[in-house]
């Protein structure tokens, strides 16, 4: 079955450097969700998309937006990169938006700043 | 603030045995539970989500949920060792799009 597909799969970058993170859902999935864990963390949740509106928002930076596209994908935008930034960034899909969808988590995106 | 609790481990359980992982929640009226298994270095794995009091079971594995004692668990039976991972419990209070509030996660070690 096809999975969550996030792009790209490692990256690394300076101090106050800008970077973008994609996330393709599952087909047929309309909700997307961003999430960073730290080394040695659980996943901590920062923005939600549903049909292309924001949904929920967690402890996402100022630094960070987000969107979600017309196709259902998704991208999270870092500028002002930190050290502390450094983490695994996951996206996670589900369809529809009810108490009860299952999020189903892609590979995830290892950012490493400089 | 919400929380969830964790036994963070290691849990030592010998192989053919039954593992036992437990979580509590703050926040009453969180509505959907979820159990996650994540290896190291990768992402979280869903193996069980339950939504009302009782058992759920698949497989070999057992979520049971008590929402009076805000209490979830997670009974993996016939362990084996490549089960060893780390399980995370996780919680959606609100409804939509909601994000999901993680404990911080039980190291299982499955022992040959």
């Known amino acids: 079955a096809a999975g969550v597909i996030q792009s790209p799969r490692h990256l690394i970058k300076e101090k106050r450097e800008t970077a973008t993170l994609k996330c393709y859902p599952i087909p047929r999935h309309d909700t997307v969700y961003w999430y960073q864990q730290g080394p040695g963390q659980d996943p901590q949740f920062l923005i939600s998309?549903?049909?292309?509106?924001?949904?929920d928002k967690g402890s996402i930076p100022d630094r960070f937006s987000a969107q979600q596209f017309s196709d259902y994908h998704s991208e999270l935008n870092m500028s002002s990169l930190e050290l502390g930034d450094s983490a695994l960034y996951f996206c996670a899909s589900s369809s529809g938006a009810t108490a009860y969808n299952e999020q189903f988590f892609g590979p995830g995106t290892r950012l490493t700043v400089l | 603030q919400k929380e969830v609790e964790q036994n963070s481990g290691p849990l030592s359980v010998p192989e053919g045995a039954i593992a036992s992982l437990n979580c509590t929640y703050s926040?009453?009226?969180?509505?959907?539970f979820f159990w996650y298994r994540q290896y190291s270095g990768k992402s979280p794995e869903l193996i069980m989500s339950?939504?009302?009091?009782g058992d759920k079971e698949d497989g070999r594995f057992t979520a049971q949920l008590n929402k009076a004692s805000q209490y979830v668990s997670l009974l993996i039976r016939d362990s084996q060792p490549s089960d060893s991972a780390t399980y995370l419990c996780a919680v959606l209070s609100g409804g939509g799009a909601d994000g999901l509030t993680f404990g911080k996660g039980t190291h299982l070690i499955i022992q040959p």
């Open positions: 926040d009453r009226v969180s509505q959907s």
């Open positions: 339950i939504y009302s009091n």
């Open positions: 998309f549903y049909e292309k509106m924001q949904s």
